[in-house]
């Protein structure tokens, strides 16, 4: 069996009233569909979607993060992050109908959050984007085609990885 395409969705509702969502300049969500989606912890699925993208791909976004978007990450190796990515917990919301996982990096440019939520049948992942200056703006606009290509690509491998197709 094969696992499904990710494709882009609506940002769920539960997310738009979030503080990493609250006045965003961008927001986008890809959904990949997983019947056994719980039986991986949301930061699994972000290991899995960062830190199993090949060498030379996880090469790639780091450059472009830190070169590009000027992002401060921290270290990879670290318990606490996910390629660089600082994890601050789950999104505070009333709804427990998804466990979820916050993936944050800021710059003098921008602030970017990813939201990994895993839902019983799906997984979705979030991006929202905070430009912090004008030039935070011109940057995002170089980014966000890789972002628009990469997402759905590595979320869909990180489910074959799982074992969830």
């Not at 199993?52 to 670290?78: D, E, I």
């Not at 030039?135 to 890789?146: D, E, I, K, L, S």
Request: aromatic share 8%; hydrophobic share 40%.
């Amino acid at each position: 069996m094969t696992v499904p395409q990710a494709r882009r969705v609506d940002v769920p509702k539960v997310l738009l009233d979030s503080k990493e969502f609250t006045g965003a300049h961008y927001m986008s969500a890809y959904e990949v569909p997983a019947p056994d989606a719980r039986s991986a912890t949301p930061e699994q699925w972000g290991r899995a979607t960062f830190e199993g993208a090949p060498a030379p791909v996880r090469g790639f976004l780091g450059m472009g993060w830190t070169q590009v978007l000027r992002l401060r990450l921290g270290p990879r190796s670290s318990h606490d992050h996910i390629l660089g990515w600082h994890l601050s917990g789950p999104v505070s919301t009333q709804d427990d109908d998804f466990d979820s996982l916050v993936l944050e990096g800021h710059s003098g440019l921008v602030a970017t959050y990813n939201i990994v939520m895993v839902k019983s049948a799906a997984v979705v992942w979030a991006t929202a984007v905070h430009f912090r200056k004008p030039a935070g703006r011109v940057v995002w606009r170089t980014a966000q085609p890789v972002h628009q290509l990469t997402v759905p690509t590595l979320l869909k491998r990180a489910g074959r990885s799982l074992s969830l197709g």
